[in-house]
């Protein structure tokens, strides 16, 4: 894999990396074969281009960016199906991959953005940079809308633009003298940011690991929650329900095991909770249900599966007063100091969206497009459950986790690319845990969702 391509691997691990067109630019759609025109599948991100001179600077490679892996999961993914629009032309391609939303964002929304951005052309209505920590009415509705009666206040919320970004920024907080345990499998942004900051040891590609992070397996056989007896103490805990990829949400109880072995230790447990709104059954939709938590526990989330913002750019972080480092400084301290250095607040624009969103009108219609999802999700999960496989996730997340025991994750997902013109993203990808397994996403159109399980019902019948 070329240089351009691992740097291309190391800063994107979600829909854009699959959608690779060639490095530097952003090539015309006129310019693409059939099949990733008619889906409209072209939005690479422009990516540095390969190295052409033979002149180099005098500044050595950052060594943790070197650690990172070039057979890193989403550039394979789109370099395979490169190949394979290649040399399937006028095959149609679908893509059940993709953790990127496919449905237009409701109007009630966007009309709001759009009078925002009208009256940025005003004298009464400009506005130039805004609070850092977001505008005080948003952090307000989150606090009360997401957050009602758990104590979490207006000033314990950072609006941000997104949580993947605040994600990094809170591995900035912390720095390289941590040591962190994820779940596995698990969202790569965790892991590769660690690795980035200097948290981690090399890869150890005979257990495709990296040193000094905790992995915490979750299976079926353990309801996909780690058997916490077997985990070695670390200071933070990357935790996601319902998670990316095996799409199972974890229960009070398990969460209580989970504050509680966090408070034994002494760690920080950062929670995940970008698919809470996809959440059914009684599972807890934020850590801060838990009793005990404001003392352990982060938040991150995101209106990026909600609203359809995965381009608008909005989302959050939960810091409580109530949370401190081991010399008694409050990490929302710390956290806003990075936050002030790093940030400059997010866009006006979609902040009035946001507030938009968590308008009644706005909460109706981002359950609709949920509720959109959870439909494709049912497919999904009816059409493999018919033809004999074990299926998990789907229930409380849009993502569907389907089991192929014994195989390889990438050998599945080339056979269904090949004979279906499927696109899948393999298990293997988010950690060692997930081989054997494929993640079948519902964000798509609902034609699309209809064929793409049509054919695999003819591949597996
Ligand atoms: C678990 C998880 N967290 C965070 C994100 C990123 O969210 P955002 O778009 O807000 O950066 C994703 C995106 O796929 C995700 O799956």
């Known amino acids: ?51 052409t001179g033979t002149y180099k600077t005098k500044v050595s490679r950052n060594a943790n960016m070197a650690k990172l892996q070039a057979g890193y999961l989403f550039p394979e993914i789109a370099r395979r199906r490169s190949a394979h629009m290649l040399k399937y032309p006028d095959a149609q391609v679908i893509s059940l991959g993709i953790g990127d939303t496919t449905e237009p964002i409701p109007e009630v929304i966007t009309s709001a953005m759009a009078m925002r951005a009208h009256s ?34 207006e000033t314990d919320i950072f609006v941000s633009d997104g949580a993947k970004c605040d994600i990094s920024r809170l591995q900035l907080l912390f720095g390289s003298n941590v040591k962190m345990a994820v779940q596995d499998p698990s969202y790569p942004a965790y892991v590769d940011s660690s690795v980035i900051v200097g948290q981690t040891g090399l890869f150890q590609k005979d257990i495709e690991k990296y040193g000094n992070i905790e992995y915490m397996r979750c299976t079926p056989e353990n309801g996909f929650f780690p058997d916490l007896s077997t985990v070695s103490k670390t200071d933070i805990i990357f935790f996601c329900s319902p998670n990316n990829p095996t799409g199972s949400a974890s229960s009070r109880d398990q969460l209580m ?19 809470a709104m996809y ?22 989330s995101s209106f990026s599966k909600y609203a359809g913002f995965t381009g608008v750019r909005l989302g959050w972080t939960v810091i409580p007063k109530e949370l401190l480092f081991s010399d008694g400084f409050p990490v929302a301290k710390d956290f806003n100091r990075i936050v002030c250095t790093c940030f400059n607040g997010s866009s006006n624009i979609a902040q009035a969206g ?10 109706k219609a981002m359950k609709d497009v949920i509720g959109f999802y959870k439909e494709n999700t049912e497919i999904i999960v009816d059409t493999f459950t018919s033809l004999g496989f074990n299926v998990y996730g789907g229930k409380n997340a849009p993502y569907v986790w389907v089991h192929f025991p014994g195989r390889s994750s ?34 798509g159109h609902r034609g699309n969702v209809l064929e793409a399980c049509k054919r695999l019902k003819q591949l597996y019948k």
């Open 1 to 51: 894999m070329s240089s351009a391509l691992q740097i291309s691997a190391s800063i994107s691990s979600n829909s854009s990396s699959f959608l690779n067109c060639g490095f530097g630019i952003r090539p015309s759609k006129s310019s693409l074969p059939p099949a990733s025109r008619s889906h409209g599948i072209c939005l690479c991100v422009a990516a540095p281009s390969e190295q």
């Open 257 to 275: 095991q989970l504050v509680q072995f966090a408070k034994d230790n002494g760690s920080i447990i950062v929670y995940d909770s970008a698919y």
């Open 354 to 363: 946001g507030l938009a969103c968590l308008s009644s009108e706005g909460l």
């Open 120 to 153: 940025l052309s005003t004298v009464e209505g400009y506005s130039g940079y805004g609070a850092e920590q977001g505008d005080k009415n948003l952090r307000a509705a989150i606090a009360s809308t997401f957050y009602g009666d758990l104590g979490i206040e």
């Open 279 to 300: 959440i059914s059954d009684d599972s807890p939709q934020s850590i801060f249900e838990i009793p005990g938590a404001k003392e352990v526990a982060i938040e991150t």
């Open 410 to 443: 990438w050998d599945v997902f080339a056979e269904i690319l090949e004979k279906t013109h499927l696109v899948t993203t393999p298990g293997s990808g988010f950690g060692p845990g997930g081989e054997g397994f494929i993640r079948v996403s519902a964000f």
